[in-house]
């Protein structure tokens, strides 16, 4: 069972990347985002209550994987990657999947996950999983709205 969290909490294993785990969890994200459109599994704007649905799923998951995990890796461990992931499909909700779109989401909300502004470092004092997984799901909101303005303002004034 313990294979079955790390598998979980590394997202697949990209958490046990030597280089940027965080970033390779995020591009994780963004690869099944890819492959939800380009196969017409699930749409962040067609189906969003599924796409919502599968967020939550996966963030429970998460939560359970990096509490199982944390008395043999420590509090919000380095390997523990599933919560890039939620927070980039947080980002990309109700936003038209594009490369751009997808890139400047990657971006906006990588800049969130590490600078951690408006509230998000208080949400990682949050006991366990919910906190590991708590920060990210915020800089997913905040990378949210912000793409979604980006994306309003560029079709509205430039477009």
Known sequence: MK??????ATAL?????????????????????WLFEEYNLISTTTSPILFIGLIVITTILGIIATDKLESEWGKDPSKVVLDEVIGMWITMLFVPLSIFNLLLGFGLFRLFDIAKPFGIRKMENLPGGVGVMADDILAGIYGNISLQLIIFLLTKYIF
Do not use: D, E
Request: glycine share 18%.
């Open 3 to 8: 294979t079955i969290y790390k598998l979980t």
């Open 13 to 33: 294993g990209a958490g046990y990347s030597p280089f940027a785990p965080g970033t390779m969890g995020a591009l994780v994200g963004c690869l099944a985002l």
